[in-house]
């Protein structure tokens, strides 16, 4: 069993190019159930002609239906020692006007730095991890549908788009997060950012 942290799995010896700030809160005790919460504020924008996709998406358990600015976020991970290999998410962001979601999905280790980052319905995500510059970057290559063992290919351009996720150390304790969707016929369809504050680990 591989205790390393999952991303550092996908990265490899790539992962000692990161700040410590990004490795930070992707670490985890694997001999119990452990969360890293990081909390910060955040914009999302999309185009109006995307919302019947996004609906969809959303029906799914993807991607955030908000749009605005100043959105309270808080995001838990967490790793149980059953499945050392999957990466588990709870996404909360509220709205200024106290309108709020949840956007939860699991991540799995695929191969070498590919990992598949799954919603509900059994709809996934194929993304593939690099260090450019200290940055961490997640690119996707696909999404899946998969039934049982089975797993349908499903192309990006039949959704929103290719999306690429960027965090950028800012300081010991702060990074920014950078995510964009771009459609090759669309342009840019939807977007999400902001600034986020390493807090703790509870177990």
Not at 109 to 128: A, H, P, R
Request: glycine share 8%; charged share 20%; hydrophobic share 35%.
């Amino acid at each position: 069993m591989n205790n390393s942290p999952l991303i550092q799995q996908a990265l490899g010896d790539d992962w000692h190019k990161l700040p410590l700030v990004i490795q930070s809160h992707y670490l985890f005790q694997h001999d119990q159930k452990t969360s890293n919460i990081v909390t910060g504020t955040m914009c999302i924008n999309y185009t109006n002609f995307v919302k019947p996709m996004l609906f969809i998406t959303r029906l799914m358990g993807g991607l955030i239906d908000l749009k605005g600015d100043n959105m309270n976020t808080h995001v838990e991970k967490w790793v149980n020692s059953d499945k050392p290999n999957t990466l588990f998410w709870k996404r909360t962001i509220q709205a200024p006007d106290g309108k709020s979601t949840i956007f939860a999905s699991r991540m799995e280790y695929q191969q070498d730095n590919e990992l598949i980052e799954f919603v509900g319905g059994g709809f996934g995500l194929y993304l593939k991890l690099t260090v450019e510059n200290s940055k961490l970057v997640y690119r996707s290559n696909g999404h899946l549908w998969q039934m049982g063992k089975l797993r349908l290919p499903i192309p990006d351009v039949l959704f929103l788009g290719h999306a690429t996720i960027t965090e950028t150390a800012l300081s010991e304790q702060r990074f920014e997060l950078d995510f964009r969707i771009k459609h090759p016929l669309l342009g840019e369809t939807y977007r999400y950012g902001g600034i986020f504050q390493v807090n703790q680990h509870n177990s």
